[in-house]
Nanobody, 126 residues
Framework: QVQLVESGGGLVQAGGSLRLSCAAS????????MAWFRQAPGKEREFVAG?????????YYADSVKGRFTISRDNAKNTVYLQMNSLNPEDTAVYYC??????????????????WGQGTQVTVSS
């Protein structure tokens, strides 16, 4: 079992920044590919960014956030981060952290992810 707890959400004006954190506990954090998803009201949950397990370092981003968001992980702290810059109202959503025990690359679909956090609300005002 892996338990995930997100933090760092809030209200920010357009053009502002936020950093989300996801603290993991339980089984070996290093062995999991980690990702951030988001779900806006009335919309399906979508992939935002992902990072490979251990220190492989490969990252992946949705086109809508490339160049604005950065995912990173600190394996010593069992934590994954999402730095969000140049936020706009379309980024408003509940953001979820997820862990995937797959031994290959980062997957962008929802189904493969074994573990999810409870979500943190991000609201961007215009």
């Amino acid at each position: 079992q892996v338990q995930l707890v997100e933090s760092g959400g809030g209200l920010v004006q357009a053009g502002g920044s936020l950093r989300l954190s996801c603290a993991a506990s339980g089984r070996t954090f290093n062995d999991y590919n980690m990702a951030w998803f988001r779900q806006a009201p009335g919309k399906e949950r979508e992939f935002v960014a992902g990072i490979m397990r251990r220190n492989f370092g490969s990252t992946y981003y949705a086109d809508s956030v490339k160049g604005r968001f950065t995912i990173s992980r600190d394996n010593a702290k069992n934590t994954v981060y999402l730095q969000m810059n140049s936020l706009n109202p379309e980024d408003t959503a509940v953001y979820y952290c997820a862990a995937d025990g797959y031994s290959g690359g980062v997957r962008t679909g929802i189904v493969p992810y074994n573990y999810w956090g409870q979500g943190t609300q991000v609201t961007v005002s215009s």
